[in-house]
């Protein structure tokens, strides 16, 4: 069985995210969804169990799909949950680098553990988790953005936190 892991902050899920997921979700037997909690703690919007149970209403309808949180290396994760590949989305030139990068330190530290990218789709080479905020924060409307399943939860916490700040 050949499994592949799509990490991500996923602060919040976006309809990029779902899209690259649900592709490689066809591409291998199973994909575990892992949200990365090495980086920004301080500033997430959302927490790692919030960002995993929006990820999980978004993708229920996707059976060889689980989701995850982890906090370390991707390559010892991927060991963990016995995947061979990582899929990433490329949006932009702009993504390349940091991803090429990625990859090549992953291969150095697993040799057999292979990074598969997948192009964005058009309609979401924009799209990221900070614009999907700093749209909403500035009153525009996020919902073809985000998954429907979630738009609720998020517009209502990026408008509280804008609030409290
Ligand atoms: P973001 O850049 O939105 O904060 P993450 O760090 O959570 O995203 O990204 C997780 C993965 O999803 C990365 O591989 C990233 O390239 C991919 N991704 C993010 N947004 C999109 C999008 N709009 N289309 C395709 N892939 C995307």
Same mark, same amino acid.
């Given at each position: 069985m050949k499994t592949a892991i799509c990490p991500g902050s996923? =602060?919040?899920?976006t309809r990029g995210h779902i899209d690259i997921i649900k592709r490689a979700a066809k591409l291998f037997d199973k994909v575990v969804v892992v949200v990365m909690m090495n980086f920004n703690k301080r500033d997430s919007y959302f927490t790692a169990s919030e960002r995993v149970e929006l990820l999980k209403r978004s993708l229920? =309808?996707?059976?060889?799909v689980e989701v995850d949180m982890y906090s370390g290396l991707l390559a010892e994760y991927a060991d963990k949950v016995g995947a061979c590949a990582v899929v990433k989305g490329l949006r932009a030139v702009s993504d390349f680098e940091y991803e090429f990068q990625m990859a090549l330190t992953n291969q150095k530290l697993n040799p057999d553990f292979e990074t598969v990218f997948l192009t964005a789709k058009a309609e979401h080479m924009f799209l990221s988790s900070s614009v999907v905020k700093q749209v909403c924060e500035f009153g525009g409307d996020i919902s073809e953005f985000i998954p429907e399943e979630t738009s609720e939860d998020i517009i209502k916490r990026i408008k509280e936190r804008k609030q409290s700040l």
């Amino acid at each position: 069985m050949k499994t592949a892991i799509c990490p991500g902050s996923f =602060d919040p899920v976006t309809r990029g995210h779902i899209d690259i997921i649900k592709r490689a979700a066809k591409l291998f037997d199973k994909v575990v969804v892992v949200v990365m909690m090495n980086f920004n703690k301080r500033d997430s919007y959302f927490t790692a169990s919030e960002r995993v149970e929006l990820l999980k209403r978004s993708l229920k =309808d996707t059976t060889n799909v689980e989701v995850d949180m982890y906090s370390g290396l991707l390559a010892e994760y991927a060991d963990k949950v016995g995947a061979c590949a990582v899929v990433k989305g490329l949006r932009a030139v702009s993504d390349f680098e940091y991803e090429f990068q990625m990859a090549l330190t992953n291969q150095k530290l697993n040799p057999d553990f292979e990074t598969v990218f997948l192009t964005a789709k058009a309609e979401h080479m924009f799209l990221s988790s900070s614009v999907v905020k700093q749209v909403c924060e500035f009153g525009g409307d996020i919902s073809e953005f985000i998954p429907e399943e979630t738009s609720e939860d998020i517009i209502k916490r990026i408008k509280e936190r804008k609030q409290s700040l």
